[in-house]
Structures are given as structure tokens and as C-alpha cells.
């Protein structure tokens, strides 16, 4: 096997961007990821000095590489204040091992942690919620784990809410939209009214791709070796993901391409369409687009096929 060297010194590759045909070094890739997350922070308007932000910190590779950058890189830089909120499902045999994995990292990095649980949130766990519906245990899941960092963050009084999405998610994200024909998403149509009902989002990776997420996470020592989610078989975003990364394989920049054209359609389209607006769910008080809190409806009627 020939030895390359990186592109832009005679260091050793580590790295193949199958997009640019770069060959990066260790110190290379390192330093192009941290470039890509800061080009990101400030195209959403940069870091305010004293910033106080809830990371959304599963305790897995992304979100892990995440609350590294926040702390060691921007914090120092913004005197940000960091909150890592941790999210515990109450899924047997896969989360008490990733939040004590949590746990440890945010120690590591001196950032207050905090575990919220389905348990104290809704009196069950994920495994009790679901029980004859596994098969959509990811909606399920994300719609109740999004209103519990929602309220985590505003309970912390933060600025925004930083979560770990990657290029791939974000990706995966638009594909799964024109699947489940959810126009309202497809045309990106950004509701009015949730100004000081939601804080902020700020997903600093989105331009970063798993695979430098999971390479960072590696040289920096940030990948542990975790169980996976035993629901994620089941959701249809595990096939979108294979056809989305069979694509990027064939087609370097696909992934890319797929954000892209999202946003430039959501800038077409962006005055022409009629305004959603944020109206409160009767009961839980929450902001919600319509008159169904998904939240509510999940917990009310637990075998409800919507
Ligand atoms: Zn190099
Ligand atoms: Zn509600």
C-alpha cells in the first residue's frame, strides 16, 4: 500500500474527501472541521459574548464532537455559558450506558450536565410508551425528546439550543419529507409567532459530514464504544439513510447537493406562501402549529395510527 501525504503538507493522509479529492493529514482534518463549524456558527449570526446555550448531548459521537467544539474552541473565545442537557428515553439496555458515557464527558469538560427523564417528564419510559407501535417509535421518540429540550431550555434560560446534526441528518431530513409528503416541510415554510414561545436552534455541524464527525471524534478521542438504539432498525429513516449514503458513494457532493437545493428552493418560495402562525395546545400550553400538539396527542391515545 502506498503511503500519501496530505495535500497541504508532507504529513501523512488519514483522510480521503471524496468531494474535493483532498488527502488531509491528522492536524489538516482536525483544523478543516473546526474551519466548517466556525462558517457555520457565523452564518447563523455568530456567537453573542456571554451566550448561554443548552447543547442537546445524547452522549454519542456527534453530539460528543459538539459539546468538545463548544467548550474547547468557542467557549473559551465568547465566554459562552454551557448547559449539556442529556435526554433519558427509558430505553432498557442502551441508555444507562450512554448517559453515564454522557456524564463522564461533560465532567471531562467541565460543563454542567443535566438528565431529564421520560419517566419524571410523562411517568414512563420509551419501552412503556410505545408498546404496540415499535414500528414508530422514532417519531414517537423525537416528538417528545424535542418538547423536553425545548422546555429544558427554556427552564435554563437559554439563548439557543444547539443541537448535534450533521450533513447527513440534515440530508436524510429533506429526502424523508418528500417520502412522507409533508409539503409543509418540503416548502420550508417557517411559522410566525413562535418568537419567545421556542428558543433558538443552532446545529453548528450541519456542514459537516458523519464521516469527518466520526473521524474528528476518533483522532480527538470522543468515540466511545456505545450500544445503538434497538428501535433504529425499525425507522424508515434507516432506509432513507442507506439510499441517501449509496447516492453520496456513486455521487461525491450528493449529500451536499441535496441541503443546498432545499435551501435555495425554501428562498424561492420564501414571502410567496401563505404564513403559518403558532398557535398554544389547550393542554400543555405549548406552542403548536394547527390545533394538534403532537406531544399531547402521542401521550393521550398511545395506539392513535396518525
Ligand atoms: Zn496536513
Ligand atoms: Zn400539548
Request: proline share 5%.
Amino acid at each position: 500500500m502506498t503511503h500519501l501525504s496530505c495535500s497541504h503538507c508532507p504529513g501523512p493522509a488519514v483522510y480521503l474527501d471524496r468531494v474535493s479529492g483532498e488527502h488531509l493529514c491528522e492536524e489538516h482534518l482536525c483544523l478543516r472541521v473546526e474551519a466548517t463549524v466556525r462558517r457555520t456558527i457565523v452564518a447563523a449570526g455568530g456567537f453573542r459574548r456571554g451566550e448561554r446555550i443548552v447543547v442537546a448531548f445524547s452522549g454519542g459521537k456527534d453530539s460528543s464532537v459538539l459539546l468538545h467544539l463548544l467548550a474547547t474552541v468557542f467557549r473559551p473565545e465568547n465566554a459562552l455559558e454551557l448547559v449539556a442537557v442529556t435526554i433519558d428515553e427509558g430505553i432498557a439496555g442502551y441508555r444507562d450506558e450512554t448517559v453515564r458515557a454522557a456524564r463522564e464527558l461533560a465532567a471531562r469538560l467541565e460543563v454542567p450536565h443535566r438528565v431529564v427523564s421520560f419517566e419524571e417528564a410523562f411517568s414512563r419510559g420509551l419501552d412503556d410508551l410505545l408498546s404496540g407501535r415499535e414500528t414508530r417509535a422514532c417519531t414517537v421518540c423525537g416528538v417528545l425528546r424535542r418538547r423536553l429540550l425545548q422546555q429544558a431550555a427554556r427552564e435554563l434560560g437559554a439563548d439557543r439550543l444547539s443541537t448535534g446534526h450533521c450533513l447527513d441528518d440534515e440530508a436524510e431530513a429533506v429526502v424523508m419529507n418528500w417520502l412522507r409528503g409533508d409539503l409543509h416541510r418540503v416548502t420550508g415554510a417557517r411559522p410566525s409567532g413562535g418568537e419567545g414561545l421556542l428558543v433558538p436552534r443552532l446545529k453548528p455541524l450541519a456542514g459537516l459530514s458523519e464521516k469527518e464527525v466520526v473521524s474528528y471524534a476518533l483522532l480527538r478521542d470522543l468515540a466511545f464504544d456505545l450500544p445503538e438504539c434497538p428501535y433504529t432498525r425499525h425507522a424508515l429513516r434507516a432506509g432513507v439513510r442507506g439510499m441517501v449514503h449509496r447516492a453520496e458513494f456513486s455521487a461525491p457532493g450528493t449529500l451536499g447537493r441535496i441541503v443546498g437545493g432545499q435551501r435555495a428552493l425554501e428562498e424561492r418560495l420564501d414571502g410567496l406562501l401563505p404564513d403559518a402562525s403558532f398557535s398554544t395546545c389547550p393542554d400543555c400550553g405549548e406552542p403548536v402549529l394547527g390545533t394538534i400538539c403532537r406531544a399531547c396527542k402521542l401521550l393521550d391515545s398511545p395506539r392513535d395510527n396518525h
